[in-house]
């Protein structure tokens, strides 16, 4: 019976996105495509600004190394694009891979932690963006997320026991992964992280460029809002942060395709018709997923000489499965191959 009523919400969720997929592409005249336009150049910026904030973290991380932001703006290009179309944050092992063989000497555990540093600024901000938007009265209460056509977070809502024994036991494993790591891994990461040590360094190199990329996302939703007909303002933009933020807890869809929707239409039930929420839930996510993957491909081919998407995947995993043998040889006493990642295919013409 669980299994029947799970398989009813997987098809109510669907067919209410791809219905609201139908709207959006019935109202496409409707659509102001100079302030698209406008929405999406400010999308692209807020993930320069973020990209070079990684930079900088990597920069303190490796010190003594020269290497180009060019190929760390095209990694988390790659990342993004490919999360926006593909569930499961699957971009962020291509962002890993990308990374790792753009810093000479560098090693995934070090690569890895520098991607903590940026969320202790989205961390905090998420917070406050949270807190305003339950307590406009027009967000949901997590409780009634299980009310929600949403299959991904309304199940985790309606058996609270089991998320929270999810929640719990992911915290419990991840703390006994790290307890595990040797003494020479922990230091690895310790690197990645080294600029957190420095305050001036994070608020001059990180934490600023951040704050400019959150405000270039609230331009772009701003200027999204006003292309669908929703009306862009501070409040509304700040709800769209604050449904994107539960959004991205839930990665089973890209970039939360169905928690968005019908948080969107929920949200903004009395601001504009369902119809038009619906195209916009919809539109937008469909404007910046192309965007952003178009973009992150043409990284991929053009700076890092890879044909594709799944060719990054697959040398990424040759290049880790390398990397752990030559631990396990190294450990062993015996002498370890190298661990220079695989070379990229060149581009065809």
């Not at 100079?34 to 910026?45: E, K, T």
């Not at 719990?168 to 006994?176: E, K």
């Not at 040797?182 to 001036?200: F, H, M, N, W």
Request: positive net charge.
């Amino acid at each position: 019976m669980s299994a029947l009523l799970a398989s009813a919400s997987i098809g109510d969720t669907l067919t209410s996105f791809f219905n609201a997929v139908g709207q959006f592409f019935s109202d496409l005249a409707a659509v102001n495509w100079g302030l698209l336009l406008l929405g999406l150049v400010c999308f692209g910026l807020n993930l320069t600004l973020r990209s070079r904030a990684f930079f900088n973290s990597l920069r303190a991380a490796y010190p003594s190394v020269r290497f180009q932001w060019r190929r760390i703006w095209g990694a988390y290009w790659a990342a993004v694009g490919f999360n926006n179309v593909v569930p499961a944050r699957g971009g962020d092992v291509i962002k890993l891979f990308l990374t790792r063989s753009s810093i000479p000497g560098s090693t995934y555990p070090t690569v890895a932690a520098a991607f903590f540093v940026e969320s202790v600024f989205d961390a905090t901000v998420g917070v406050f963006v949270l807190i305003f938007a339950f307590t406009q009265g027009v967000f949901p209460k997590p409780p009634d997320f299980a009310k929600l056509n949403a299959f991904e977070i309304s199940y985790f809502a309606q058996h609270f026991r089991f998320t929270l024994f999810l929640i719990t036991l992911i915290a419990v494993l991840a703390l006994v992964a790290f307890a595990l790591l040797s003494s020479r891994v922990k230091a690895r990461v310790r690197q990645g992280v080294t600029i957190l040590r420095d305050r001036p360094r994070y608020l001059r190199e990180v934490a600023s460029l951040q704050a400019l990329a959150w405000l270039a996302r609230f331009a772009g939703f701003w200027f999204l809002l006003d292309a669908f007909g929703v009306g862009g303002s501070v409040e509304n933009v700040l709800l769209v942060f604050g449904v994107n933020q539960v959004a991205g807890a839930v990665p089973f869809t890209p970039s939360g395709a169905g928690v968005q929707q019908a948080l969107l239409v929920k949200v903004f039930a009395g601001t504009a018709p369902t119809a038009v929420v619906a195209a916009y839930s919809v539109g937008q996510q469909i404007a910046i997923a192309a965007f952003t993957a178009t973009v992150g491909l043409a990284a991929v081919i053009f700076i890092f000489r890879f044909r594709s998407f799944k060719e990054v995947i697959s040398a990424g995993r040759a290049s880790r499965d390398a990397e752990r043998d030559d631990r396990r040889d190294a450990e062993a006493g015996s002498e370890p191959r190298a661990t220079e990642a695989p070379r990229a295919p060149r581009a065809r013409a």
